[in-house]
């Protein structure tokens, strides 16, 4: 075999392994992002450092909805703080105490895990169901969070999409000239 040949062969050994592996990477995700789903649980990313240490900033927290009554100390949970203490958005956070409210509902107390005092707030949960930590993915997080920036979406979307047009004109040309050459040997057979 010529070195050209060798070459070609290495090449098309290379585009074949790196398809695969694009391929498994989008399985890969898309099983991250649907299999849980299937199983009712919510996604989190961590964006803080307070859980660094357990959670580190860029996990990615599944967590499935449990009856508020079921949640104990130790167990972490994903909640909106009460309007006024401070953080913005969600928290997760481990309950550290949890007593009787007056209404009969608990009232729960939190912590960070790498914080050196508890939250100074108090809570009940809003609803009968708090989401609470089942499993996590060191990182993930950050690949979420970079499908929100718009021109990582369109390489995501746009390079395999490029990559499967440019293979299909690829094969049309191939066939096309394949189909040429048969055309040109049938004719030059029958003269």
Do not use: C
């Not at 649907?34 to 199983?39: E, G, S, T, Y």
């Amino acid at each position: 075999m010529g070195r050209g040949k060798q070459l070609g062969a290495a090449a098309k050994r290379l585009r074949r392994i790196a398809a695969g592996a694009l391929v498994a990477g989008a399985f890969a995700l898309a099983a991250v992002m649907l299999v849980p789903a299937l199983f009712g649980l919510q996604r989190y990313v961590i964006t803080g450092d307070s859980m660094t240490g357990t959670l580190d900033r860029g996990s990615l927290v599944f967590s499935e909805l449990v009856p508020v009554a079921d949640l104990k100390v130790g167990d972490v949970i994903t909640y909106v703080p009460p309007p006024g203490s401070g953080p913005q958005g969600r928290v997760t956070h481990r309950i550290i105490s949890v007593e009787a409210g007056g209404d009969g509902r608990p009232v729960m107390q939190t912590k960070g895990d790498a914080n050196t005092v508890a939250d100074p707030w108090q809570f009940s949960p809003d609803g009968p169901d708090q989401a609470r930590a089942v499993f996590y993915l060191s990182y993930v997080g950050y690949l979420l969070g970079a499908l929100n920036i718009r021109e990582v979406r369109m390489v995501v979307i746009g390079l395999p999409a490029l990559l499967i047009a440019i293979g299909l004109l690829a094969r049309l040309w191939r066939d096309a000239g394949i189909e040429a050459r048969r055309r040109e040997q049938a004719e030059t057979g029958s003269a």
